[in-house]
Antibody, heavy 116, light 107 residues
Framework: QVKLQQSGAELVKPGASVKLSCKTSGYTFSTSYMSWFKQIPGQSIEWIGMIYAGDGGTGYNQKFKGKATLTVDTSSSTAYMDLSSLTTEDSAVYFC?????????WGQGVMVTVSS | DIQMTQSPSFLSASVGERVTLSCRASQNINKYLDWYQQKLGEAPKLLIYNTNNLHTGIPSRFSGSGSGTDYTLTISSLQPEDVATYFCLQRNSWPYTFGAGTKLELK
């Protein structure tokens, strides 16, 4: 069965960077698309961007350009998102989700807390 | 960016009641509209894709309709397990955008 397993919660200091992972199983990762999302607890969801695992091609929400960098490692069927120059406004839950025209499988989410 | 407006923000309904949630886009989204259910502390769960297609394993009491800028999610007979927040998502153009959500509670 399809599974997306995200890394654990992160507590990071302002100005630092963090790399989140999304390990997949149960489907052919190397020819798939993955998107990432941000959700501040109690609020709506924002689409950050997507990556095609076949060639690493990416597309970003303009709002997150320079903040998020998406990469993949096809040898381990894992997608990554780097978040840089973190501020308190980046504190949120981040989700990965497989895109097959629509987002059918999601990771469990990871809470990132930015605090000194 | 396409703005998605959901209404109502909060809805209280009884078990067995028919419930209708609405989502309006700021421009035509050509039926590229999905509905998600999110329970507290969980990831969003896909219910409906492309306006009216029921995702695998989703109960038939959920249905979707709409076109152009106006879309609807209907729960034909509300069940206790349907208590959640519901989000619409447009995939017509980047950046994909969500509505603010409708929080559904039991009366």
């Amino acid at each position: 069965q399809v599974k997306l397993q995200q890394s654990g919660a992160e507590l990071v200091k302002p100005g630092a960077s963090v790399k989140l992972s999304c390990k997949t199983s149960g489907y052919t990762f190397s020819t798939s698309y993955m998107s990432w999302f941000k959700q501040i607890p109690g609020q709506s969801i924002e689409w950050i961007g997507m990556i095609y695992a076949g060639d690493g091609g990416t597309g970003y929400n303009q709002k997150f350009k320079g903040k998020a960098t998406l990469t993949v490692d096809t040898s381990s069927s894992t997608a990554y998102m780097d978040l840089s120059s973190l501020t308190t406004e980046d504190s949120a839950v981040y989700f990965c989700a497989r895109e097959q025209l629509y987002f059918d499988y999601w990771g469990q989410g990871v809470m990132v807390t930015v605090s000194s | 960016d396409i703005q998605m407006t959901q209404s109502p923000s909060f809805l209280s309904a009884s078990v067995g009641e028919r419930v209708t949630l609405s989502c309006r886009a700021s421009q035509n989204i050509n039926k590229y509209l999905d509905w998600y259910q999110q329970k507290l502390g969980e990831a969003p769960k896909l219910l409906i894709y492309n306006t009216n297609n029921l995702h695998t394993g989703i109960p038939s009491r959920f249905s979707g309709s709409g076109s152009g800028t106006d879309y609807t999610l209907t729960i034909s007979s509300l069940q206790p397990e349907d208590v959640a927040t519901y989000f619409c998502l447009q995939r017509n153009s980047w950046p994909y955008t969500f509505g603010a959500g409708t929080k559904l509670e039991l009366k």
